[in-house]
């Protein structure tokens, strides 16, 4: 029961998708609060030509990074100069507030960052949000296709990524050596779960987890089968043959042995660090921003821990071999007076090249604009935290997945929230806690779903 109860009080907090990677927690600069307290930024700028943008958010940190990105803005525009005022707020108060605002038309900022699992509900009806097409268009030759369409609607873009979260996986290599396992020969599912095994008999601790408060294995195995929560005409699809099996094969890996849930119910929890830190499990699945949380949270690790492509089904299958983790969506309000300057200075400050590389050195973040992937004083930077953590350099990995990284479907979908919570809360924990029968409890959740819908 106790673990049922903290499995969903961090589920909840895994509504927090945020850009720094779905976390309740600040770190390494990434505040990302869902609790956060109200604040206000607003910038220094000289002259009366100015206009003024006002910005929502509710992550701190992005406060900073707009600003000092701004500036770099308005150095380079001083025929457009901007003075950005920037409202922090509590994740739940900022979106509630937003959507009074459109509904009434009144009260609505000039910008604001929408979450990735609150995004789906700003695209229903009358859409207050401006399409950011043309804006995005300078850069789109660099930014990774599948971060785009997250925040899209037929054809249309609506919001602005800040990272792509690729999927990778995190091998503790000294631990996994000294049991006689090499990262770099494991390429797919079956060869994971060997090398699991293996480890297992040898050290008698755990290879990795099995999440229960978080899907982001779950998500990368259904992608990579071509599954999805919904279907191709939105119809909901929990019970479908490829998340069944799914399901079935990380249940076969627990019953090995070498695969356990973790304290929190997945890697990215203050109570699931402390288990990597001490070398209770050797390997996590995870977004890329996962990085901060070594960097910050699993300091002991430091020079174990190689960042290298996720197992695949099977070695030729490379159409989608990994999948975008979490994001924040930086929206442009339609109706705004000043909406064209206002999406045209957030597109740069998103995704030009310059403030990639910032995403990069402040933030520990996979960066959005493939551009600055190659360049090797900013991806072998020496003085970098990151690249001294990490025993092998992190964008050699990322470049090896540059064109196969995919994404579900029920991203954009507005059951998304949804089926998230259902998964976190009761599926994962009534098959890998409670031992029941995957089958079963997927017609169950799916039968759930339908019902809240039909209300």
């Known amino acids: 029961m106790k673990k049922r109860v903290l499995g969903a009080l961090a589920c909840a907090a895994m509504a927090v998708i945020l850009a720094a990677g779905c976390s309740t927690k600040g770190s390494s600069g990434e505040a990302e609060s869902k609790g956060a307290s109200a604040g206000k930024k607003s910038m220094e700028v000289a002259g009366s030509d100015v206009t003024t943008i006002n910005v929502w958010t509710f992550i701190e940190l992005h406060q900073d990074f707009y600003v000092n990105m701004a500036e770099k803005w308005n150095q380079a525009h001083p025929d457009k100069k901007v003075k950005l005022v920037l409202s922090n707020m ?26 990735l699992g609150k995004f789906p509900a700003f695209m229903v009806g009358n859409i ?39 999927t990778v996986a995190f091998y503790n ?21 060997e090398a699991g095994v293996k480890y297992h008999e040898a050290t008698g601790k755990y290879f ?34 490829e998340l069944t099996e799914v399901l079935e094969y990380i249940k076969g890996m627990q019953e090995t042995g070498a695969f356990a849930t973790v304290p929190g119910g997945q890697p990215d929890n203050e109570e ?102 190659t360049d090797k004083s900013l991806t ?16 050699d990995t990322l470049l090896k997945t540059k064109d196969s990284i995919g994404l579900l479907r029920a991203y954009t979908d507005e059951k998304y929230p949804s089926i998230n919570n259902e998964l976190c809360t009761v599926t994962l924990n009534s098959i890998f806690e409670d031992g029941k029968d995957v089958k079963e409890v997927l017609d169950s959740s799916q039968e759930t779903l339908k019902n809240e819908f039909k209300k």
């Open 208 to 241: 990795s987890c099995v999440e229960t408060s978080a899907s982001w294995m779950v998500n990368l195995m259904l992608a990579q089968k071509g599954g999805d929560y919904v279907d191709e005409k939105g119809n909901l699809n929990l019970n479908s043959k």
């Open 90 to 115: 509590p994740y739940d108060d900022m979106h509630n507030k937003l959507s009074l605002a459109l509904e009434s038309g009144e009260g609505a900022p000039d910008v604001v960052d929408i979450e």
């Open 272 to 373: 699931a660090y402390p288990s990597y830190n001490t070398g209770e499990y050797a390997v996590q699945i995870m977004p890329f921003w996962q990085t901060s949380r070594f960097v910050n949270y699993m300091k002991d690790l430091k020079k174990q821990v190689a960042i290298s492509t996720v197992p695949v089904w099977n070695e030729n299958d490379k159409e989608v071999a990994t999948i975008g983790g979490g994001g924040t969506g930086t929206a442009i309000i339609k109706s705004g007076k000043n909406a064209k300057l206002a999406a045209e200075v957030m597109a740069y400050i998103k995704l030009s090249e310059d403030s990639n590389r910032e995403v990069w050195n402040v933030l520990g973040f996979d960066p959005v604009n493939t551009a600055v992937w």
């Open 128 to 166: 207050g949000l401006m399409e950011l097409n043309d804006v995005i268009d300078p850069y789109r030759d660099n930014i990774v296709k599948s971060r785009l369409g997250i925040y899209s609607k037929d054809g249309k873009e609506y919001g602005l990524p800040t990272h792509v979260g690729t």
């Open 380 to 395: 072998q930077n020496p003085d970098n935290q990151f690249i001294q953590f990490f025993t092998n350099y992190p964008f």
């Open 173 to 193: 290599e000294k631990l996994l050596k000294d049991a006689g396992i090499n990262y770099q020969d494991i390429k797919t599912w079956d060869q994971f779960k």
